[in-house]
């Protein structure tokens, strides 16, 4: 080949290569930096005649939404494990970056918000659940991104409001995106697999982290900074993702339930959000005083979650109070233990026993109970059934 065919064969392959480059990507009108659209590759049409190709089976859809936290996080440099911006980063370029994703699933993103967890309101809850029903209508699961410091609070309301069965799965991290060692690429990556794999259907919202994932009700987060953070005290996790295995060792009581029963009464495309309940929770310790129970139902609570002592006891000053706000007020409790596991049994006159709900979780149950009903055995029948992680099993 002459010196002049080599040049203009180089040529063309530079043309070829910078074009291939340039075309992948079409952004539709309007879509928002925050949104993954879609990829479209150009293609040319088959000649006439020509057999069609044979179809591959479609991945499932996995949609992304994202609400900050650290998983979105910059680290100040790349071994800031501690020193970063928390929801700084945007979910279509997170996932951007993660590899053979689209072996797993087709991926779309959308940016719900971008902020700590601890910054969204009960009210903001209320819109992003809606968003993820919204979402299962399209799309075959959906995973939401967010910040660890009330994740499982997050995970808890999406699991009592969200009506699709459909997989729904919550992660984030404990380490900035950008900081060397991260677990927020794993951690996003192994819950697109989780929700694509369809295996957690009826399980209601479950959180994943740390390649093993926990039933939203049970789930608490128990250390500070460490990766292993979230634990399912004596029950433990539901299963664990290794590689290609999603395997699961145990279910979620609601995942028994026959597809009739199986919705909570909490549907909140039925109510405005200022009808949404205001619930409190009451800690105990020694001497505790009657103050914070006043100052909740002076303030307008509904309800009040207590945090007892044990199995759920509480200081003479406060149970003083509590009387006196059943008295006066009808506000109903719910009575839990500070322990960090195990029931309270605690019931009576406007009291209901919170059970193995920590003070956290109950306080969501009681704040939707008291959003769609004011009648004390409905709630708590429904603290008994929906609220309560018995398992029954039926004649064989």
Known sequence: MSTMSMKVMKAVLALGVTAAAAAPIV??????????????????????GAAAAPTAKALP??????????IAGQSADATSFANYRAGTLLIADMVAELPNKEKIAQVSTYQFGNSGSSAYSIADLYDLSLRVDQALKTQ??????????????????????VRSSKPVVVTGSMRPWT???????????????????????????????????????????????????FVTP???????????????????????????????????????????????????????????IAAFVANGADGIV??????????RAMGAERTAAIKDHDTIF??????????????GENIIAGDNLNAAHARLMLLLSLSFSEDFDTIKGWFETYGSAQVSVPEK
């Open 140 to 161: 075959d699961a959906v995973v939401v991104t967010s910040g660890t410091d009330t994740m499982e609070e997050i995970a808890y309301f999406l699991d009592l409001t």
């Open 306 to 315: 207590t945090a007892g002592t044990g199995a759920g006891g509480i200081s």
């Open 234 to 292: 004596e029950l433990g996790a539901l299963g664990y993702i290794d590689e290609a295995g999603v395997r699961i060792y145990r279910a979620p009581s609601r995942a028994l339930l026959g597809a009739a029963d199986w919705n909570t009464p909490f549907d909140l495309s039925k109510i405005a959000k200022p009808n949404l309940a205001k619930v409190e929770i009451a800690y105990s310790y020694q001497d505790a005083g009657a103050g914070a």
């Open 179 to 229: 900081v060397i060692g991260s677990d927020a690429q794993a951690n996003l990556y192994n819950a697109i697999k989780l929700a694509a794999s369809g295996k957690t259907k009826y399980f209601g919202t479950v959180l994943m982290l740390n390649d093993e994932f926990h039933a939203a009700r049970e789930v608490t987060k128990s250390n500070a900074y460490r990766t292993d953070t």
């Open 334 to 347: 719910v009575s839990t233990t500070r322990t960090g596991s195990g029931s309270s049994y605690s019931g």
């Open 61 to 70: 859809k996995v949609e992304v939404i994202a609400t900050g936290g650290t």
């Open 27 to 48: 952004r539709l009108p309007g879509a928002s930096a925050a949104e993954v659209t879609g990829t479209v590759i150009s293609s040319t049409p088959a000649p006439a």
